[in-house]
């Protein structure tokens, strides 16, 4: 995955943590299910699903395709969307 963060997902009190960006393999944005574990060191993340992801670089600034993912889901009253890495400004 490239061009990715980890996406907060407040909905009725809960937190929800979720990797979201571009999918090399599919040439698409992916969106997880619940991050169990994210290993900076070795780039890789693993979901209550039991799905594997490696990431190419750091979390920052999301790729175009997942961005419009973020601002659909941002877009609803009932949830509040953040990203929990900060975005490198340079």
Not at 22 to 29: E, G, H, K, V
Not at 44 to 62: C, N, W
Not at 66 to 74: I, P, R, S
Request: net charge negative; glycine share 6%.
């Amino acid at each position: 995955m490239s061009e990715w963060n980890i996406i907060l997902i407040i909905h009725k009190g809960k937190t929800i943590e979720k990797f979201l960006g571009y999918c090399l393999n599919d040439y698409t944005y992916r969106i997880s299910s619940q991050v169990l574990e994210y290993d900076a060191e070795n780039k890789r993340g693993l979901t209550e699903s039991g799905s594997v992801y490696e990431f190419i670089d750091a979390p920052g600034k999301l790729h175009p395709t997942a961005q419009v993912v973020f601002d659909k889901l941002n877009a609803w009253d009932e949830v509040e969307v953040s990203l929990k890495f900060e975005i490198d400004q340079s």
